[in-house]
């Protein structure tokens, strides 16, 4: 029996003798005949030889493809179920606090579907798609039914041009722009590729800092501004900073916030330069990859002592990791909020607000 999806994967988890078994397209509820592919120490992963009785919670995908493209790992799963999921597996990453803090209500994304706003495919001879599961074959494709339509409508364009890779994205600007080897730094302005999702995400920010005290705000792995930009109007007295590594995603964001002190550095570097006391009235918003935050950085941070860190994470495992760090330099995790960034996927965004409470 099937009794839950992973985090790492999408895939099914179920058990068999106290051993947990991992298998790809299944759904909580199924009953399946499983062969076993490999032997890990702690679990197995297993592939589906027969479906004895089928969830109630199946569904049809969408997409044709799906299982093969590399892409959704969920369309067989109704969206209420997958947001239960994804409940499931941000309440399982924060076991590990020490702790009482607010954990808020989910938030759905407003589209299921027609949600991204960039992709990245690939041409090979007659294929125009997404590369399949653990391999480089070029799985054609017509459309991508989580793509913005008018962005998917770009596809059949691609016949006849060089084999490679080729961007898709929404500009600033609404246009749809397609660009085939180096990317635009322009196309990577939105972080986040759900356009209206990320336009809630950056509401709540906002919303969390207005409740806080602070003169200065750091935003650390800005990205081209994607919370930088509607922080500074928001708070238009406050002194802030965007650092980035990126040079060229900083050039973008240097023609959109004028009144931003814009620094292309490594992170951990710019706060080592901060050799200042403990900053009683500083901001620090983290929006680090999905590897989190390194440990030398988190140092640096634990050293600077901001009043407050609003921490966004795209990955709870190592989010997890990273607030118990933040503990131990004197920080209570005040709330959670999960967000759903990516339907169809097992991915899961979230929200927090740490307060310090002790000064090291």
Not at 84 to 108: C, M, T
Not at 294 to 315: A, F, H
């Amino acid at each position: 029996m099937i009794d839950a999806l992973s985090f790492n994967g999408g895939r099914g988890v179920g058990r068999h003798e106290g051993v947990v078994i991992f298998v790809p397209w299944t759904a909580p509820g199924d009953r399946v005949r499983v062969e076993i592919v490999e032997n890990k120490k702690t679990f197995l992963i297993g592939k589906v030889d027969e479906i004895l009785e089928p969830s109630s919670l199946r569904r049809q995908p969408r997409c044709p493809v799906f299982t093969r493209c590399g892409g959704c790992t969920w369309q067989h799963i109704p969206y209420d179920e997958q947001i239960h999921q994804k409940k499931l597996i941000l309440q399982a990453a924060l076991k590990q606090w020490e702790g009482p803090f607010s954990l808020l209500e989910f938030v759905p994304s407003p589209d299921e579907y027609r949600y991204r706003n960039r992709i990245q495919v690939n041409k090979s001879g007659e294929n125009i798609g997404f590369f399949a599961r653990g391999s480089r074959e070029v799985v054609n494709i017509s459309d991508c039914p989580i793509t913005e339509a008018e962005l998917a409508e770009q596809l059949p364009s691609l016949h006849g041009k060089s084999d490679g890779r080729y961007e898709i994205s929404r500009r600033t600007d609404g246009r749809v722009a397609l660009e085939g080897g180096r990317r635009d730094p322009e196309a990577a302005l939105f972080s986040q590729v759900n356009t209206k999702q990320n336009a809630m995400l950056i509401e709540t920010v906002v919303k969390w800092a207005r409740e806080l005290l602070f003169d200065e705000i750091w935003d650390l792995y800005c990205g081209s501004g994607n919370l930088t930009l509607p922080l500074a109007q928001a708070f238009p007295l406050a002194k802030i900073s965007g650092v980035e590594l990126s040079e060229d995603a900083i050039q973008v964001a240097q023609k959109l916030g004028q009144s931003i002190t814009w620094v292309a550095e490594d992170v951990g570097r710019f706060l080592a330069k901060q050799r200042t006391a403990v900053q009683e009235r500083l901001l620090i918003v983290l929006d680090p990859p999905r590897a989190g935050v390194d440990g030398k950085v988190m140092d640096e941070l634990g050293r600077t002592q901001p009043s407050c860190v609003i921490y966004v994470s795209c990955n709870p495992m190592t989010f997890s990791r990273d607030a118990r760090r933040l503990k131990t330099f004197g920080y209570d995790l005040d709330r959670v909020q999960g967000f759903d960034m990516f339907p169809q996927t097992e991915h899961v965004e979230l929200i927090s607000l740490f307060r310090r409470v002790i000064s090291r």
